[in-house]
């Protein structure tokens, strides 16, 4: 089903993309070129990129009912009403009973009878005091929605089940239809407004009466589409907003793992920041720009059989160079001229803006991710006095992203003189052409107005790269930073496919940990690591590798739990499968929004018991943990944590894991010796192997063998007991 619809769209839908891209190049006299990869490094065909996979998602799609039903004219008190508040109310209402018979009485008559109309006045201040204060004392409890609960039996019932794109088509017709149906309504307006002042020139009281229910009419049913046409168009951009971003986290996070070689090479720059601020801005303005777009071109039709009409036996006779032209329709053709001549105008005014958009994204990304780094590394800082530094270094990425606003500013200011002008000449134009007629007498001046109206719709469709230029220029930058990084992510999937010669990893074979005959290069294959190396571990056996430093420890430690990039070369690894093996690095991580439980329990384990964890606290001495966070599903701040608290509760997952194999890569150089020695000792009592990079001499002790790495630039490298003299 999937393929036979691809098949029948796909055509379709580049055919629209073509023309789209087409009309802009056009349109902006080959400024905005979007099907050719130039200025815009071909925006038209990223956006395409993003949409069509969209339409034809095929992810699951589930619709239940709802637990309840929020009822919006239904509200309650949060907290019940006192006694106290019940009775103010009718305390203050005696009392201003009370003061109006006080006023009312004979001696007040007097009184209003010596000073007239102050005592009034008077006593209209008194009431207004005396109603405000009763306003005041009346209790003001907040209040909540109702939600009316459905009855058990059907509460969160799954009604169907079907394709992703079913709801993205449902969405599209829909929006599809609601342009139609908002602009045949304005077309009504149109018509009924020339109608409406030829009722009043005309002093025809009955038609003026009759335009107005039909006004009425047509101006209900916009206050209803209106809305409901807006939110179909917002629900489209959310769902449209949520498949992309989906796809760039599936694409960046879980295929090929790809995360791994952008965090070291850091190209492209920031791209959390792609996938959380530019995919939105992306889909909301694309998509706002592809309603304009098609919003356009179903107006100038519409209008412009209107004011084909209104032009209809009018001949225009202009004078040029001695002789007299005659034209008609001459007003539809100033239209579409002087919106081309505006359109380009506006693309060569504000065409620097382009280049300024995606530079302020770049440089505010890079200021933001700087002060992320300073409230992350606050410690450091502090110690090393380095703040001053610091400082200076963010103070100047800000001034870098504060100057470019600047420009970005004065290039608005620019596009604003242009466009500010060309629309107020617009304004002038239908009534410079048609009055003349009007007072000759052959047409209406209600066709004037519905001719003005028609007009002014036509241009702004025509003239959609004027209206819309700067928000384009801002979808671009955020098109060009999302397809970047798609690019690059898809480059290197593209790459690891062609790979020929790579290592063979085996999970859950064999041995323990079985290396044989591995030749390991660096990822860019200029630098050997390890030449023809075996090793062979056992349950109990336990290897430490050490060396000088730079020597490739981490590198081969790398290799052998099978990261990205890491499998340049030649050879076998055999190794247990994820869950009975796991990875220790002096960067020990722990998830934000987890508990305590959830800390222990990562990456595999589950439904572990209190009294398991409490036990495993024990043995890595983190006793005093469960007590200053607050219980085992308490949520925490894990970044207050120490570095050997830190440490010591990642060695606590490998015991209640109950891994097979630790790789440890000089995972516990935060703590002291004494700790250090009971996290080994531990690990070593519950049956694990470890596999070591350590550099000191008082972990040798819990290693039977060792493996130096020379570092020789040859990948020489040696396997030694640990009792043998010089290790």
């Given at each position: 089903?999937?393929?036979?619809?691809?098949?029948?769209?796909?055509?379709?839908?580049?055919?629209?993309?073509?023309?789209?891209?087409?009309?802009?190049s056009?349109?902006?006299?080959?400024?905005?070129?979007?099907?050719?990869?130039?200025?815009?490094?071909?925006?038209?065909?990223?956006?395409?990129?993003?949409?069509?996979?969209?339409?034809?998602?095929?992810?699951?799609?589930?619709?239940?009912?709802?637990?309840?039903?929020?009822?919006?004219?239904?509200?309650?008190?949060?907290?019940?009403?006192?006694?106290?508040?019940?009775?103010?109310?009718?305390?203050?209402?005696?009392?201003?009973?009370?003061?109006?018979?006080a006023?009312?009485?004979?001696?007040?008559?007097?009184?209003?009878?010596?000073?007239?109309?102050?005592?009034?006045?008077?006593?209209?201040?008194?009431?207004?005091?005396?109603?405000?204060?009763?306003?005041q004392?009346?209790?003001?409890?907040?209040?909540?929605?109702?939600?009316?609960?459905?009855?058990?039996?059907?509460?969160?019932r799954?009604?169907?089940?079907?394709?992703?794109?079913?709801?993205?088509?449902?969405?599209?017709?829909?929006?599809?239809l609601?342009?139609?149906?908002?602009?045949?309504?304005?077309?009504?307006?149109?018509?009924?407004?020339?109608?409406?002042?030829?009722?009043?020139?005309?002093?025809?009281?009955?038609?003026?009466?009759?335009?107005?229910?039909?006004?009425?009419?047509?101006?209900?049913?916009?206050?209803?589409?209106?809305?409901?046409?807006?939110?179909?168009k917002?629900?489209?951009?959310?769902?449209?907003?949520?498949?992309?971003?989906?796809?760039?986290?599936?694409?960046?996070?879980?295929?090929?793992?790809?995360?791994?070689?952008?965090?070291?090479?850091?190209?492209?720059?920031?791209?959390?920041?792609?996938?959380?601020?530019?995919?939105?801005?992306?889909?909301?303005?694309?998509?706002?720009?592809?309603?304009?777009?098609?919003?356009?071109?179903?107006?100038?039709?519409?209008?412009?059989?209107?004011?084909?009409?209104?032009?209809?036996?009018?001949?225009?006779?202009?004078?040029?160079?001695?002789?007299?032209?005659?034209?008609?329709?001459?007003?539809?053709?100033?239209?579409?001229?002087?919106?081309?001549?505006?359109?380009?105008?506006?693309?060569?005014?504000?065409?620097?803006?382009?280049?300024?958009?995606?530079?302020?994204?770049?440089?505010?990304?890079?200021?933001?991710?700087?002060?992320?780094?300073?409230?992350?590394?606050?410690?450091?800082i502090?110690?090393?006095?380095?703040?001053?530094?610091?400082?200076?270094?963010?103070?100047?990425?800000?001034?870098?992203?504060?100057?470019?606003?600047?420009?970005?500013?004065?290039?608005?200011?620019?596009?604003?003189?242009?466009?500010?002008?060309?629309?107020?000449v617009?304004?002038?134009?239908?009534?410079?052409?048609?009055?003349?007629?009007?007072?000759?007498?052959?047409?209406?001046?209600?066709?004037?107005?519905?001719?003005?109206?028609?007009?002014?719709?036509?241009?702004?469709?025509?003239?959609?790269?004027?209206?819309?230029?700067?928000?384009?220029?801002?979808?671009?930058?955020?098109?060009?930073?999302?397809?970047?990084?798609?690019?690059?992510?898809?480059r290197?999937?593209?790459?690891?496919?062609?790979?020929?010669?790579?290592?063979?990893?085996?999970?859950?074979?064999?041995?323990?940990?079985?290396?044989?005959?591995?030749?390991?290069f660096?990822?860019?294959?200029?630098?050997?690591?390890?030449?023809?190396?075996?090793?062979?571990?056992?349950?109990?056996?336990?290897?430490?590798?050490?060396?000088?430093?730079?020597?490739?420890?981490?590198?081969?430690?790398r290799?052998?739990?099978?990261?990205?990039?890491?499998?340049?070369?030649?050879?076998?690894?055999?190794?247990?499968?994820?869950?009975?093996?796991?990875?220790?690095?002096?960067?020990?991580?722990?998830?934000?929004?987890?508990?305590?439980?959830?800390?222990?329990?990562?990456?595999?384990?589950?439904?572990?018991?209190?009294?398991?964890?409490?036990?495993?606290?024990?043995?890595?001495?983190?006793?005093?943990?469960?007590?200053?966070?607050?219980?085992f599903d308490?949520?925490?701040?894990?970044?207050?944590?120490?570095?050997?608290?830190?440490?010591?509760?990642?060695?606590?997952?490998?015991?209640?894991?109950?891994?097979?194999?630790?790789?440890?890569?000089?995972?516990?150089?935060?703590?002291?010796?004494?700790?250090?020695?009971?996290?080994?000792?531990?690990?070593?009592?519950?049956?694990?192997?470890?596999?070591?990079?350590?550099?000191?001499?008082?972990?040798?002790?819990?290693?039977?063998?060792?493996?130096?790495?020379?570092?020789d630039?040859?990948?020489?490298?040696?396997?030694?007991?640990?009792?043998?003299?010089?290790?």
């Amino acid at each position: 089903m999937l393929n036979r619809v691809s098949y029948l769209t796909k055509p379709v839908f580049w055919l629209s993309w073509q023309l789209i891209a087409f009309a802009a190049s056009v349109l902006s006299f080959g400024y905005v070129d979007f099907y050719k990869k130039r200025d815009n490094h071909g925006a038209a065909s990223r956006i395409w990129g993003f949409f069509y996979p969209f339409l034809l998602s095929t992810d699951k799609w589930t619709v239940c009912l709802p637990q309840g039903i929020p009822v919006p004219w239904a509200r309650r008190f949060k907290q019940p009403l006192t006694p106290q508040t019940v009775s103010q109310p009718f305390m203050w209402l005696g009392g201003a009973l009370m003061f109006y018979l006080a006023i009312n009485s004979s001696f007040a008559a007097g009184i209003q009878d010596a000073f007239g109309q102050w005592f009034i006045a008077a006593e209209i201040i008194g009431g207004i005091a005396i109603f405000r204060k009763f306003w005041q004392s009346l209790p003001k409890p907040e209040w909540q929605a109702v939600t009316i609960p459905l009855p058990r039996v059907l509460a969160g019932r799954q009604l169907f089940s079907t394709a992703e794109f079913v709801k993205a088509w449902i969405l599209v017709g829909l929006a599809g239809l609601g342009i139609y149906l908002v602009n045949m309504l304005a077309v009504q307006m149109n018509g009924l407004n020339g109608a409406f002042m030829n009722s009043i020139t005309e002093k025809n009281a009955a038609a003026f009466t009759q335009i107005l229910w039909s006004f009425a009419t047509v101006l209900g049913i916009y206050t209803i589409l209106g809305p409901v046409y807006a939110y179909v168009k917002n629900l489209l951009t959310l769902e449209w907003t949520m498949f992309t971003t989906r796809y760039m986290m599936r694409l960046y996070m879980t295929k090929g793992r790809n995360y791994y070689p952008i965090s070291l090479s850091r190209n492209p720059d920031n791209p959390n920041e792609r996938i959380q601020q530019d995919v939105p801005a992306m889909c909301s303005g694309a998509m706002s720009f592809m309603f304009s777009i098609v919003d356009s071109v179903v107006t100038f039709f519409l209008f412009g059989h209107v004011l084909w009409k209104a032009e209809n036996g009018l001949t225009y006779n202009i004078p040029l160079f001695g002789q007299v032209y005659q034209f008609q329709h001459l007003l539809l053709i100033i239209l579409v001229g002087y919106a081309l001549l505006g359109t380009n105008g506006v693309v060569r005014v504000g065409a620097r803006l382009i280049g300024l958009q995606a530079r302020q994204k770049q440089l505010g990304a890079d200021y933001r991710v700087g002060m992320v780094m300073f409230e992350k590394y606050a410690e450091p800082i502090a110690a090393y006095r380095g703040e001053k530094r610091e400082y200076e270094r963010l103070w100047r990425r800000f001034m870098l992203s504060l100057k470019n606003n600047y420009a970005i500013v004065r290039w608005q200011r620019n596009l604003g003189f242009f466009t500010s002008g060309y629309g107020q000449v617009a304004s002038l134009l239908p009534y410079g052409a048609l009055a003349p007629f009007y007072f000759a007498g052959q047409i209406a001046f209600g066709t004037i107005s519905q001719a003005a109206g028609a007009f002014r719709e036509i241009l702004d469709s025509a003239s959609i790269f004027v209206s819309q230029f700067s928000a384009l220029t801002g979808l671009m930058a955020s098109v060009n930073r999302v397809g970047e990084l798609r690019d690059e992510l898809e480059r290197l999937d593209t790459n690891e496919a062609s790979v020929t010669e790579r290592i063979k990893l085996e999970e859950g074979k064999g041995p323990l940990l079985d290396i044989k005959g591995l030749t390991l290069f660096t990822p860019d294959r200029e630098k050997i690591i390890v030449s023809d190396f075996n090793l062979t571990m056992t349950a109990g056996t336990n290897v430490a590798i050490v060396g000088e430093s730079g020597s490739g420890k981490t590198s081969l430690l790398r290799a052998i739990v099978g990261l990205p990039l890491w499998d340049r070369g030649k050879g076998s690894i055999s190794l247990p499968v994820i869950g009975e093996r796991l990875m220790l690095t002096q960067l020990a991580y722990l998830p934000m929004d987890a508990t305590l439980r959830d800390q222990i329990q990562y990456p595999s384990a589950q439904n572990v018991s209190d009294d398991a964890l409490r036990a495993v606290l024990k043995q890595v001495n983190l006793e005093h943990l469960l007590d200053r966070i607050g219980g085992f599903d308490t949520l925490y701040n894990w970044d207050t944590l120490s570095g050997g608290e830190r440490q010591r509760l990642v060695v606590a997952r490998a015991l209640i894991n109950k891994v097979r194999l630790v790789i440890a890569d000089e995972a516990t150089s935060g703590l002291d010796a004494k700790n250090e020695e009971n996290l080994y000792q531990q690990m070593i009592s519950h049956g694990i192997t470890l596999l070591s990079v350590t550099h000191k001499p008082t972990l040798m002790k819990f290693h039977q063998q060792v493996v130096r790495l020379l570092g020789d630039g040859k990948g020489g490298w040696q396997l030694k007991a640990v009792e043998t003299p010089g290790l």
